[in-house]
């Protein structure tokens, strides 16, 4: 069975996903799926021209993942819906990868592929999970996972998110998507990481 996976230490990514579908069953790890960059893009509900996006990125040649634009900053007492985006840009032209600046999901670069798509055909096996550290950001920033998954009873997934601000503060935002084939319980612990990326996170 083949792998493609990128390891990530101190912010390094780690890429696992699947192949079967949704209502295939197996007790053995499943294909991989190859993804470069994560996106985490959020409007706030009561002023949409207020947004705040963040892209990490990782090319297999790279040693380290570029976190230039792994930044994202929220108003304090505000509520935002947000989305993660989970792509593939190793075809892509240099000047048309992912930016904070101007990202939209629908004006992709059509060599960009949209693994987002892939992960919510096989939702009932993923979960990503959300963890604030540094300064007073946990108690300060809250983020509650919208979409929900086709198990019985449904479960979440985090995917489309609304995020919950209160006062100033400055830490990281580490988000991990959980593999969970056969043990996905809503929870994070079980199973393996696909990804865990982090961004500088100020509430102002």
Known sequence: MVFAMISMTAGMLSITSCKKPES??????????FLTTV?????????????????WRIFPNQTNPDTSQAI?????????????YILD???TPTGS???????????????????????WARRNYHL?????TGGNLAS???????DYDNNNPPLQVGLTDEVNTLSPTSGDMEIQQQHQPNVKNGTCGPGSLDFDVFYKTTIY
Request: aromatic share 10%; net charge negative.
């Open 24 to 33: 295939v069953v197996t007790p053995n790890p499943v294909p991989n799926e």
């Open 39 to 55: 996106v985490f893009q959020c409007i706030n509900t009561a002023a949409p021209f207020d947004t705040t996006c963040g892209v």
């Open 72 to 84: 994202l900053r929220y108003h304090q007492g505000s509520k935002y819906l947000c989305n993660i």
């Open 89 to 91: 840009e190793t075809n």
């Open 97 to 119: 990868y992912a930016d904070s600046s101007h990202f939209n999901i629908n004006t992709i670069n059509s060599k960009t592929v949209n693994v987002t798509t892939e992960i």
């Open 128 to 132: 990503e999970c959300f963890f604030m």
């Open 140 to 146: 300060n920033l809250n983020v509650t996972r919208l």
